[in-house]
């Protein structure tokens, strides 16, 4: 979720995620209480059930250290690829876009799996 957080940041528009209202910065830091979009309380159930209070100060000391540490550089995983996650996630993906030319479907490293589309889509 950071790395989203800090695209702005990487296309040189703002400097810190909070200076982009449109992202949801604001929202999961706790800083916008109305018209949010994002159902919080089940994203911390889906994290483990952390208390929010927690998160919001954790979530903003990440953003804090990776910028803090110029971590702010284009990750090919997050771009190249369909998705990233679990064998099983990345498996059900990969049913749901079967209309798909071809895919490279492989572990990267334990328990971190890609879905990436090869071949000429158009072809």
């Not at 479907?105 to 890609?114: G, H, L, Y």
Request: proline share 2%; charged share 35%; aromatic share 12%.
């Amino acid at each position: 979720m950071a790395y989203i957080e800090l695209n702005m940041v990487r296309a040189g528009v703002v400097s810190h995620p909070v200076q982009w209202k449109w992202c949801s910065f604001h929202e999961l830091t706790g800083r916008r209480q109305r018209y949010r979009l994002i159902d919080r309380e089940r994203l911390l159930k889906q994290l483990g059930g952390c208390a929010q209070s927690g998160f919001e100060a954790n979530y903003e000391e990440v953003i804090e250290r990776k910028l803090a540490a110029g971590e702010t550089e284009r990750d090919t995983r997050w771009t190249e690829f369909i998705a990233v996650g679990s064998e099983e996630f990345v498996r059900r993906v990969e049913e749901r876009t079967y209309r798909r030319v071809q895919f490279d479907v492989r572990e990267t490293s334990p328990n971190a799996w890609i879905i990436r589309e090869t071949g000429d889509p158009y072809g």
